[in-house]
């Protein structure tokens, strides 16, 4: 690696005009010498694409999907298209720190191989308060295991690898709406060496949207989070029956969630009983799905209404 590598920051956007810029500021302006911003729009109707090459000309990168394809696929399109020798990643609502690149670069200038995180602050955070909750980790290693026990701690915004080690790793699945980051995640930290830097990298901040509201995409995509995983010769050669179900376990929470939300309550009574018939150790845990259960019974039977 040479001493200033260049570093690809990859923004996948969708109408979030002009929240944007704030976004492609924190890039622009972070310490690290060597940066080139890579904006991947979704097929924007906000005038993401005039505002972006009247502010900004060739200071960045920009790309244009057509139609929508997505974050995956903007993830993954911005990562073949980058020029750096290493990738990460910036949501486009959110922030990276001023030396949010070069803490985590210094581990690799230090000779490390393999992938980087920090820690995410997320919206009504401290920084203190961000970094408490990684104490109990060993900044030199981070594990499967480590993240299986508190999965909400990693974030897309926080890991940095170089890029062909990103492009080998199968990237991000495309077919995957919700979870993604996960399931990413579980192959890295199976195939990986990974290093935890405890600095704060990134800056959530509050959104409008969310992934974990998109129910009947969290449907539709359903078992292919837990199947592509199960498929994949690293996790499976990495963990065991009882971290695989866990796995399928946090997926069938998603996804009996989803069922309940969006008022389909004859299949959300279907795929419970299945559920609990077929595997035990992969039902949610929680009295909620219980509950949920009876009461769609009632609902699906139009007992009592809504």
């Not at 920051?9 to 109408?15: D, E, G, L, S, Y």
């Not at 000779?111 to 104490?135: D, H, I, M």
């Amino acid at each position: 690696m040479t001493k200033h590598a260049l570093i690809s920051v990859i923004i996948p956007t969708h109408n979030r005009w002009p929240k944007l810029c704030e976004a492609i500021e924190s890039v622009l302006s972070q310490t690290w010498p060597s940066i080139e911003c890579v904006v991947v729009d979704d097929f924007s109707t906000d005038g993401t694409e005039v505002g972006i090459r009247q502010r900004f000309g060739d200071k960045l990168v920009y790309i244009k999907n057509s139609p929508n394809k997505e974050k995956s696929f903007s993830r993954n399109r911005g990562a073949m298209a980058a020029n750096g020798e290493y990738v990460c990643f910036l949501d486009s609502d959110d922030l990276l720190t001023p030396n949010s690149i070069a803490a985590r670069m210094a581990e690799f200038t230090a000779g490390f191989t393999g992938v980087v995180y920090g820690v995410t602050r997320r919206p009504g955070e401290t920084s203190q308060v961000a970094l408490e909750k990684f104490s109990p980790l060993d900044s030199h290693s981070y594990t499967v295991e480590d993240y299986l026990e508190k999965p909400g701690l990693l974030h897309n915004n926080a890991y940095l690898l170089s890029r062909q080690d990103f492009l080998d790793s199968g990237m991000y699945t495309e077919q995957l709406t919700n979870m993604e980051d996960v399931n990413l995640f579980i192959r890295l930290l199976c195939s990986h060496p990974v290093k935890l830097v405890k600095e704060v990298v990134n800056i959530m901040q509050a959104s409008e949207g969310s992934a974990r509201r998109a129910y009947e995409k969290i449907i539709a995509q359903y078992p292919r989070f837990s199947e592509t995983l199960i498929d994949n010769k690293s996790v499976r050669n990495r963990l065991d029956d009882a971290q695989l179900n866990q796995l399928c376990c946090m997926e069938n929470q998603e996804y009996l969630a989803a069922l309940y939300h969006s008022d389909q309550f004859e299949e959300y009574v279907k795929q419970y009983r299945r559920l609990s018939s077929e595997n035990q150790h992969q039902m949610p845990i929680g009295g909620r799905f219980k509950k949920r259960f009876w009461l769609s019974r009632l609902r699906a039977g139009k007992f009592i209404k809504r």
